[in-house]
């Protein structure tokens, strides 16, 4: 099975700041790994996909990059929404793995 | 538009089976992947198992041995079976949508939040 290793657990920031998530798989899953943000109380959202792509909708703060078994999820200038909890998660193959999880809170 | 809802009951006893409903709409299940997802409370994602959209499954090893996905295309419902329940059973279930290939969760149900009671 793939594991996601993703850190940090939690992220404290301030409005408008610039904060970054990495995502490391323990073998190459190729790109093919999602983020996703999730609320309260709510169901997960998908914001990337294929490592780097931006899912319809989202904003263009939110970014994603890296390949073979290092991912990172780069959100710029934070917005109030944007205070979550982040996940990532190898779309390869079954088991469908995804990472521990962010939780990015506001300083 | 695309929707997937879960149904099933709050609260179940331990040792007894859980069955959850994803009636899903706006796609077909022949052309789709149904994943389940659960999440304990403060926690994080679990993926637990898949109906293919071919009609084949599979399952997290984790509860490989007591856990069953099936399928009614003529209702567009996903079913889980999960037996003997624990108490960290405990958690909210999910079921989500991809595609074929590869493997992304771009819609989600809102979850059923289930107990399980000693």
């Known amino acids: 099975d793939i594991q996601m290793t993703q850190s940090p657990a939690s992220l404290s920031a301030s409005l408008g700041e610039t904060v970054t998530i990495e995502c490391l798989a323990s073998e190459d899953i190729y790109d093919i790994l999602a983020w996703y943000q999730q609320k309260p109380g709510k169901s997960p959202q998908l914001l990337i996909y294929d490592a780097s792509s931006l899912h319809t909708g989202v904003p263009s703060r939110f970014s994603g990059s890296g390949s073979g078994t290092q991912y990172s999820l780069k959100i710029n200038s934070l917005q109030p929404e944007d205070f979550a909890s982040y996940y990532c998660?190898?779309?390869?193959?079954?088991?469908?793995?995804f990472g521990s999880g962010t939780k990015l809170e506001i300083k | 538009q695309v929707q997937l809802k879960e149904t099933g009951p709050d609260l179940v006893q331990l040792t007894q089976t859980l069955s959850i409903t994803c009636t899903v709409s706006g796609f077909s299940l022949t052309t789709y992947n149904v994943h389940w997802v659960r999440q304990p409370p403060g926690k994080g994602l679990e993926w637990m198992g898949a109906?293919?959209?071919?009609?084949?499954?599979d399952y997290n090893s984790a509860f490989k041995s007591r856990l069953s996905i099936s399928r009614d295309t003529s209702k567009s419902q996903v079913f889980l079976k999960m037996n003997s329940l624990q108490t960290d059973d405990t958690a909210k279930y999910f079921c989500?949508?991809?595609?074929?290939?590869?493997?992304?969760?771009?819609?989600w149900g809102q979850g059923v939040m289930v107990t399980v009671s000693s």
């Open positions: 989500a949508r991809s595609a074929v290939q590869p493997h992304y969760f771009d819609y």
């Open positions: 109906m293919w959209n071919g009609g084949g499954t």
């Open positions: 998660q190898n779309g390869l193959s079954a088991p469908l793995t």
